[in-house]
């Protein structure tokens, strides 16, 4: 069984606010999860890839007057952008009639190209909810096999981790990665060779958990560094990989500037790197950069609205994998796919420079035990289960 954390916190946006916006790369389950909200409601779902559903919006203010008392659901709004005049004026005129909340779900895949054009037509009228992929809170019961291995293979769309195989998972993955690079990409960005983008992709899985280099991947693709940028920028905008920017702490140290890029779905890291098994995973050498990925994205997926994710890392070797800040607390947590893990000295010394409030190793293992003084080591799921509490303190 699957259950979506974000369907209560979408839902009570949808009670709260006249639009929301749900962002998240394709074949998340941003439709499924728009549904189930309109489950009982007089609702209205157009899917905007379909030319007839957006034929009915060749006169869009015309059409939607006429279902204003409905939850109109908008699939693939980046097809049809400028329909967002037209929402601002309904929501506006909505106010003065009564109709304050619940009156559209936005879906779409481009994160800043979507929040560009909602920012600048309905500021002050949308809510924001990003929907990621499956995370191990969400699928403890939904498979036989230990929920976390089959996730951390395969990944969390929902198709790809449901498949009966994780041989017809790994199909999954890769016609996914040829259908963004044939299909989905070119809609977002300039027009660029797809063996191209698929080299800078597989690229970047082999940077995974890694410091950028620009310069490198210039060489590498024999383009000019404003190039890879503009790529990069593309890749993260699609939600398919994260930069996660260095501390910058007033410590007097000589502190690393460059992000760490990750490819934010384990499961398509894999197949990029064309991982078929978990023994096959279990033997690479990016083992440990995949496990940190996974525990980086699995701990965001339920941090706290608001929280600041970083690295630390300074030229003398004090490092921290991942530091949180959300409201008064700070945790600091180092990353170690091991049964057994010890406090390497550079988190001593980077605990030192920051002064966290919490400190943690998570680990391979199953259970939780102190390994240095104000340092537990902790299983992945436990630490999720306490971030997320965290989160549903301010909720």
Known sequence: MIERLALSAATALVADFPAVAILGPRQVGKTTLALEIAEGRDALYLDLESEADRAKLAEPELFLREHQARLVIL???????????TLRGLIDEGRRTGYRSGRFIILGSAAIDLLRQTGETLAGR????????LNLLEITSATDRDPQSVLWLR????????????RVSLTWRRDFIKTYLQRDIPQFGPRIAEETLRRFWTMLAHLHGGILNMASLSRSLGVDNKTVANYL???????????????HANTGKRLVKSPKVYVRDSGLMHALLQIETREALLGHPKL?????????????????????????????????????????????IEIK?????????????????????QRFIVHAGRD???VAEG?????????????NSEGEKDA
Not at 126 to 133: G, N, S
Not at 295 to 318: D, I, K, W
Request: hydrophobic share 45%; with cysteine.
């Open 233 to 247: 920028d593309l890749m993260v905008d699609l939600l398919l990989v994260r930069r996660l920017e260095p501390w």
């Open 337 to 357: 796919h091991t049964h057994a893990p010890k406090v390497s000295r550079g988190f001593h010394l980077a605990c030192d420079d920051i002064a966290p409030t």
């Open 126 to 133: 949308i809510a924001y909810c990003e929907l990621f992929p």
């Open 155 to 166: 990944g969390g769309f929902p198709d790809a981790f449901l498949a009966r195989s994780d």
């Open 75 to 85: 699939d693939e709004i980046h097809r049809v952008p400028e329909i967002f005049q």
């Open 288 to 332: 440990g950069d995949s496990w940190e990925g996974f525990v980086v994205e699995n701990l965001l997926a339920v941090a706290p609205e608001g929280t600041e994710a970083h690295f630390y890392r300074t030229s003398a070797g004090a490092e921290i994998d991942l530091v949180l800040r959300f409201g008064a607390e700070k945790w600091a």
């Open 375 to 387: 340092i537990d080591a902790i299983p992945l799921m436990r630490l999720m289960e306490r971030l």
């Open 368 to 370: 939780r035990f102190p």
